[in-house]
């Protein structure tokens, strides 16, 4: 039922969209859509858009309770039948079948996107070309992955379910920091929005001096072990107010940050801009922005410096271009973020290929050892902190089914 409607409403609106352009009698189409859902260190939900042709694109969508429904009960139906090599027409077609339910943020774009990068991978393989050269070529041969380090011990232990340390120790942080650098990456990222040991009402958005001084120890004790090996950033979660944040960046001043993450709550781009003209570090956030609209106060606000959308959430590789291009026009940078499993990981190195200002991806799965086993290759994907960009159709990589199957998530 809600399929019928979405065809209807999307043919309403928009005639063209219920017809797919005339071609020949050999034009490939959509004959299904699937989803697997792998537990990792988050729930990553792997698109398969299967075609008449034999080839399957894969996508995946950002972690998100429900998007399993959103794609095969409501997008299948729209989307089978229609020609894969068409994917700017599909992702509006997408968008306006679903209209005001979701198609602009949350829960449907997140669907959408994931379906969008299974779109380009068949759409690749179809036409035997990466997607970077369907995207207009690429201006780097490999691309930086930085590491989020998490926060130390104490982040292991939640993910394992034991009993968190009650301090997060500047020892741990260092002992993390070091294994990544030696590992190449070249930027290294923290979680500071951690525990101290005190008991403190963190709805209040307001750190004490001892609050901050904890704070300031652990950056402290990461740049002295890493020196000038690695760049160091960190990330607040959105839990901090203006006046939090200022006291918190006088303290880190001397440790030269690469960038502080998300500092306040996403909605409000005119208090990022008032913090961003007060501090001396230079601010990034982006993960919870949907599409280049969502991201266009933050940049006529002049509110970031780094913008870090999330590629299988913010509207897929098409749309996340379409932000770097926005971006430069500001002459800020791209770091996307990316939390997905190696599918996500490929889909953000193709569109980092393709734009000048790009400077590393976010790699934050160090802690699960069998992330490299689901793609089907003999070398690791990262090497030395970095990604070939790979030559071979579509994405450039091909899942192990039996090793996704071991790690599905019932």
């Known amino acids: ?42 729930p990553w939900t792997i698109v398969r858009l299967e075609t008449d042709v034999g080839v399957v694109g894969i996508g995946e969508s950002y972690p998100s309770p429900g998007v399993h429904e959103v794609i095969t009960d409501y997008f299948e139906p729209v989307l089978v039948g229609e020609n894969p090599l068409d994917v700017e027409r599909l992702y509006y077609l997408m968008r306006e079948s679903l209209s005001g339910r979701g198609s602009q943020q949350g829960i449907g774009t997140i669907a ?48 394992l379910n034991e009993q968190p340390k009650e301090t997060y120790e500047a020892k741990a942080y260092a002992r993390a920091a070091r294994a990544a650098v030696d590992d190449g990456y070249e930027i290294i990222k923290f979680d500071l929005d951690v525990p101290s040991g ?25 740049t002295d072990e ?26 880190l001043e001397p440790y030269d940050l690469a960038w502080i993450e998300d500092p306040l709550p996403p909605e409000n781009a005119d208090a990022l801009a008032t913090l961003n003209r007060s501090v001396e570090q230079p601010l990034l956030t982006g993960e919870n922005r949907y599409g280049r609209h969502g991201f266009r106060d933050l940049l006529q606000e002049e509110a970031i410096s780094f913008v870090a959308p999330d590629v299988p959430k913010t509207g897929g590789i098409a749309e996340t271009k379409k932000i770097a291009e926005l971006a430069d026009i500001y002459y800020l940078t791209m770091c996307p973020h990316n939390i997905g499993s190696p599918v996500a990981t490929m889909a953000g190195v193709h569109v980092g290929a393709t734009i000048p200002n790009f400077l590393a991806l976010e790699f934050h799965a160090r802690d699960v050892p069998w992330w490299d086993d689901l793609v089907a290759a ?17 994405l450039g990589i091909e899942l192990d089914w039996d090793v996704v199957e071991k790690h599905r998530k019932q």
């Open 378 to 394: 003999d070398e690791p994907l990262i090497q030395d902190g970095r990604i070939e960009v790979p030559d071979e159709p579509g």
């Open 226 to 251: 890493v020196g000038d090996e690695a760049e160091v950033a960190v990330d607040l979660h959105w839990n901090f107010s203006i006046e939090a944040t200022e006291k918190m960046c006088a303290a």
């Open 1 to 42: 039922m809600y399929a019928d409607f979405a065809s209807r409403l999307a043919s309403s609106i928009w005639p063209d969209f219920g017809q797919t352009p005339n071609r020949s009698t050999e034009t490939p189409e959509i004959t299904g859509l699937s989803t697997i859902v792998v537990d990792g260190n988050f």
């Open 198 to 222: 005190r008991d403190i009402d963190t709805l209040a958005r307001h750190f004490d001096g001892p609050e901050i001084e904890h704070k300031r120890g652990l950056v402290e004790a990461v």
């Open 112 to 159: 959408i996107s994931g379906i969008e990068l299974g779109l380009w991978d068949a759409a690749g393989k179809i036409l035997e070309q990466p997607v970077y050269q369907l995207l207009g070529g690429k201006m780097r041969e490999e691309i930086r992955m930085y590491a989020d380090c998490h926060a130390g011990e104490g982040m292991v232990e939640s993910a």
